[in-house]
């Protein structure tokens, strides 16, 4: 299970005043990202980040500046160091404000295959070049949870939702998800706001074009595909059997009426080797692939050929279709 990326310090931030104090407070806030607090250890945590401020800011609270003569107990003394307080409290707020709006990122690379659990418990399965974005956990901000379960998606992921009274939506190119709880792949390979599939093994989703009225969802059950061709069309409904649904994440492949160069581009993907197709070649051409586990590159890329009349041949990096 792949580990999200602590994201770097905003460049937007470097020339505020305090872009020093804030730089440690986005460090500690990092350090304690990937440790795991129950509910009862809010307050140690709590104590954890104020002692490791302490330590790491410039703005320790209390302790004088470098040249600052120590509080002797007067009441400009007990003043600077409330001022203190109050600068290292408003900093460690907007902080994590700010740490909180820049979303996780789960990205799989070529020839990968990665499961990643979301704050929710619900697991998501990323097929190769694919990547996940969604808000730290699930909240605006630390003790304030979200109306809704949102993430982003831009390649193939198989989704296992957990049942919430909050629902669950992903964005992916042209089209809206939304579930309560239920097992689903989508799959958005394409940059923009193009062609979205939606296949459910269990439960039931709804799924609206992205530009479109809700009311023009389209919803579907087990065993069903719908289909987006881009952010304002109508998704269209397919039957497909269960058994064929995310088959990918057994070293599969499905495709249902596709084009041959989308295809490749898959298979380039799941292979991690470039596959091309010749200038001359016609790459439109839609099929219908099935295999439930993929063998050599080249025996898949002879009966794509067949079945297109066209050939193929090993290039110095890779293949090439023509």
């Known amino acids: 299970m792949n580990e999200p990326r602590t994201p770097p310090f905003p460049d937007s931030l470097t020339s505020e005043p305090d872009a020093r104090e804030l730089r440690s407070v986005w460090a500690v806030l990092g350090d304690l990202e990937g440790s795991s607090v129950s509910s009862a250890d809010t307050d140690s945590a709590w104590e954890s980040v104020r002692d490791r401020l302490g330590r790491d800011s410039v703005l320790s609270i209390g302790a004088p500046r470098p040249g600052e003569a120590a509080s002797d107990g007067s009441t400009s003394g007990v003043l600077a160091g409330l001022l203190r307080a109050a600068v290292v409290a408003g900093l460690l707020l907007g902080g994590t404000w700010i740490w909180h709006q820049v979303p996780v990122v789960h990205s799989v690379g070529a020839g990968e295959l990665v499961s990643v659990m979301l ?28 109306d809704q379960r949102e993430v982003r998606l831009q390649g193939e992921a198989f989704f296992d939702v957990i049942p919430s009274d909050r629902p669950f939506q992903v964005e992916a190119a042209g089209a809206r998800i939304t579930v309560l709880g239920t097992r689903f792949n989508v799959r958005a390979r394409a940059e923009g706001d193009t062609e979205v599939r939606v296949s459910v093994e269990e439960g039931r989703v709804r799924v609206v074009a992205a530009r479109a009225a809700e009311a023009e969802g389209l919803e579907l059950g087990g065993g069903e ?3 987006l061709a881009d952010a304002a069309s109508q998704p269209r409904r397919d039957e497909i059997p269960i058994q064929r649904i995310g ?6 492949l499905v495709a249902v009426d596709e084009a041959l160069g989308t295809i490749l581009e898959e298979l380039a993907l799941r292979y991690d080797v470039p596959v091309r197709v010749a200038p001359s070649a016609d790459a439109s051409g ?3 692939v099935y295999y439930r586990e993929l063998d050599s590159l080249e025996s898949v890329l002879s009966d794509l050929a067949i079945q297109q009349g066209l050939s193929y041949r090993r290039t110095s990096d890779g293949w090439e279709v023509f």
């Open 286 to 288: 839609r099929l219908n």
């Open 247 to 252: 088959a990918w994440r057994g070293g599969g």
């Open 119 to 146: 704050p929710d418990g619900s697991e998501v399965t990323l097929n190769a070049g694919s990547s996940l974005w969604h808000r730290r956990g699930f909240r605006p901000f630390p003790g304030m949870a979200a």
């Open 225 to 227: 595909s719908g289909w």
